[in-house]
């Protein structure tokens, strides 16, 4: 399990910087996908990882073992 919560963390981040770029220009997306496609790609990557971090713990969250 603990694996698991460090992928989910590991692609949860990754989400997120990808996401910033994006919305900040500095990022563009893979030929063949508009820019919107791949936010909304990301947002729902960013949800399910939440969701899976929410469930089982949080490294970085002092209340989760």
């Known amino acids: ?7 989910a963390k590991r ?9 910033a770029g994006l919305q900040s220009g ?5 030929e063949g996908y508009t ?9 729902k990557d ?3 990882t939440n969701k899976i971090l929410d469930r089982h713990g949080r490294r970085d969250d002092p ?3």
Do not use: Q, Y
């Open 1 to 7: 399990m603990k694996k698991v919560l460090e992928d």
């Open 63 to 65: 209340k989760r073992a």
């Open 11 to 19: 692609l949860h981040d990754e989400s997120v910087r990808r996401l």
């Open 26 to 30: 500095k990022v563009k997306p893979s």
């Open 46 to 48: 960013i949800a399910a």
């Open 35 to 43: 820019k919107e496609e791949v936010i909304e790609a990301l947002k």
